[in-house]
T-cell receptor, first 113, second 115 residues
Framework: DAGVTQSPTHLIKTRGQQVTLRCSPK?????VSWYQQALGQGPQFIFQYYEEEERQRGNFPDRFSGHQFPNYSSELNVNALLLGDSALYLC????????????FGSGTQLSVL | AQKVTQAQTEISVVEKEDVTLDCVYETRDTTYYLFWYKQPPSGELVFLIRRNSFDEQNEISGRYSWNFQKSTSSFNFTITASQVVDSAVYFC????????????FGAGTILRVKS
C-alpha cells in the first residue's frame, strides 16, 4: 500500500520562474493539504483540497495556487518565484476534512536561485 | 489565533537517557486536537499521537509517553531509554475544530541521541 508520493524530490529554479509540484495521496484518501517548511522551521499550512475545490487557505499570496484531480491527486503551482520560496514542500493526505491523522509525503525540496 | 511553542531548539542526550520534549500551545477554542510528529532526515513527517482537548489522560506507548495538562496548556513528550534511532526533529502541532485538519506546528526540537 503506497503512502503519499510527491514528485519531484528536488527542484532548482531561478527567480521569476514558475513551478509545479505533484502529489498522489495515500490509497483511500480524498483530501490533500500542502505545507511549506522553511529551513529550521515548522511546516506552515498553504491550502487544502477536497472534492476538487480549495476548502481552506493559509496566509499565502495568490502566487500559490493548486488543483485537485478526479483521482484525488493534487498539484501545487507557484508563480513568479522569489528567493524566499526556497523550502521543503510537504503534501499530506487524509480521508475527509475533519480533524484526523494526516499522512505526509517526503516532500519536494525547492531551491530558488 | 492558534500558536504552538517548542522552547527547546536542540537537545543532545546519550543513549539510554530519558528525554522530555516540551510543548506549550495557545488557543481560545475549547475543542482542539494536539499532535506530535517525528521528522527523520528523509523529510517525511511521521505521526506519533493525537489527543483531543477533552481527554487529559496521559498515554504510554512503548518507550514513548505523553503528558497533557490543560491547566498549563502543555503537551509534553517523553522518550524513555532513548536510542540512536530516535534522533530526529520532533514537532508538536495544534488543530481546532473550526479549521478541520489544518495543523499549526511549533518550530520543532532537534533531538540528537549519541551512542
Amino acid at each position: 500500500d503506497a503512502g503519499v508520493t510527491q514528485s519531484p524530490t528536488h527542484l532548482i529554479k531561478t527567480r521569476g520562474q514558475q513551478v509545479t509540484l505533484r502529489c498522489s495521496p495515500k490509497s483511500g484518501h480524498d483530501t490533500v493539504s500542502w505545507y511549506q517548511q522553511a529551513l529550521g522551521q515548522g511546516p506552515q499550512f498553504i491550502f487544502q483540497y477536497y472534492e476538487e475545490e480549495e476548502r481552506q487557505r493559509g496566509n499565502f499570496p495568490d502566487r500559490f495556487s493548486g488543483h485537485q484531480f478526479p483521482n484525488y491527486s493534487s498539484e501545487l503551482n507557484v508563480n513568479a518565484l522569489l528567493l524566499g520560496d526556497s523550502a521543503l514542500y510537504l503534501c499530506a493526505s487524509s480521508g475527509g476534512t475533519s480533524v484526523r491523522k494526516l499522512f505526509f509525503g517526503s516532500g519536494t525540496q525547492l531551491s530558488v536561485l | 489565533a492558534q500558536k504552538v511553542t517548542q522552547a527547546q531548539t536542540e537537545i543532545s542526550v546519550v543513549e539510554k537517557e530519558d528525554v522530555t520534549l516540551d510543548c506549550v500551545y495557545e488557543t481560545r477554542d475549547t475543542t482542539y486536537y494536539l499532535f506530535w510528529y517525528k521528522q527523520p532526515p528523509s523529510g517525511e513527517l511521521v505521526f506519533l499521537i493525537r489527543r483531543n482537548s477533552f481527554d487529559e489522560q496521559n498515554e504510554i506507548s512503548g518507550r514513548y509517553s505523553w503528558n497533557f495538562q490543560k491547566s498549563t496548556s502543555s503537551f509534553n513528550f517523553t522518550i524513555t531509554a532513548s536510542q540512536v534511532v530516535d534522533s530526529a526533529v520532533y514537532f508538536c502541532a495544534l488543530s481546532v475544530m473550526e479549521y478541520g485538519n489544518k495543523l499549526v506546528f511549533g518550530a520543532g526540537t532537534i533531538l540528537r541521541v549519541k551512542s
